[in-house]
T-cell receptor
Framework: DTAVSQTPKYLVTQMGNDKSIKCEQNLGHDTMYWYKQDSKKFLKIMFSYNNKELIINETVPNRFSPKSPDKAHLNLHINSLELGDSAVYFC?????????FGPGTRLTVT | DAKTTQPPSMDCAEGRAANLPCNHSTISGNEYVYWYRQIHSQGPQYIIHGLKNNETNEMASLIITEDRKSSTLILPHATLRDTAVYYCIVRVEGDNFNKFYFGSGTKLNVKP
């Protein structure tokens, strides 16, 4: 009965590969987000979708492409992975003013 | 483009009140202040939010200054399980979006 789930929890891959991270929420929320947390623990918003529509697209390399097949899912695809992409990626969904975060996906690019 | 500044770390004795400060001197009139915490590397957890008035819930109290340029999160009786990184956040609302700007966080160490 997890509210916001992400898969995988850990992802280790080599530079140049393409990978996807999946996020699902069972809270019935319309809005979902992707955040990146770097090694200094700074959390920065990347994207937001509202009812499958992209509404926030921060200054993120276009190697990152979010996809929302329905309002319960928001996936993140990353092409041509670079060392600097190593971070923890958090998905969140929002009802009114409160966000609910997933457990995070630790991505390590070698 | 952080909109908040926080001390990097604070200590607190178990059972005492923990008072965590945050500066948000550029906040606009309709922007809310939020507090979240992150225990170990788990997903951040909502604590409380407010606009102008002080707020209290079962977890904490939020005191916002009259000019809204700073706020303080108060954990009235800190326990060891409150050891975490506490983030002060400004929520910016647009026509069809809400953006949450996280600060750099304060690592609260609750000690026995």
């Amino acid at each position: 009965d997890t509210a916001v789930s992400q898969t995988p929890k850990y992802l280790v891959t080599q530079m140049g590969n393409d990978k996807s991270i999946k996020c699902e929420q069972n809270l019935g929320h319309d809005t979902m987000y992707w955040y990146k947390q770097d090694s200094k623990k700074f959390l920065k918003i990347m994207f937001s979708y509202n009812n499958k529509e992209l509404i926030i697209n921060e200054t993120v390399p276009n190697r990152f492409s979010p996809k929302s097949p329905d309002k319960a899912h928001l996936n993140l695809h990353i092409n041509s992975l670079e060392l600097g992409d190593s971070a923890v990626y958090f998905c969140a969904s929002r009802r009114a003013g409160e966000q609910y975060f997933g457990p995070g996906t630790r991505l390590t690019v070698t | 483009d952080a909109k908040t500044t926080q001390p990097p770390s604070m200590d607190c004795a178990e059972g005492r009140a923990a008072n965590l400060p945050c500066n948000h001197s550029t906040i606009s009139g309709n922007e809310y202040v939020y507090w979240y915490r992150q225990i170990h590397s788990q997903g951040p957890q909502y604590i409380i939010h407010g606009l102008k008035n002080n707020e209290t819930n079962e977890m904490a109290s939020l005191i916002i200054t009259e000019d809204r340029k700073s706020s303080t999160l108060i954990l009235p009786h800190a326990t060891l399980r409150d050891t975490a990184v506490y983030y002060c956040i400004v929520r910016v609302e647009g026509d069809n979006f809400n953006k949450f700007y996280f600060g750099s966080g304060t690592k609260l160490n609750v000690k026995p």
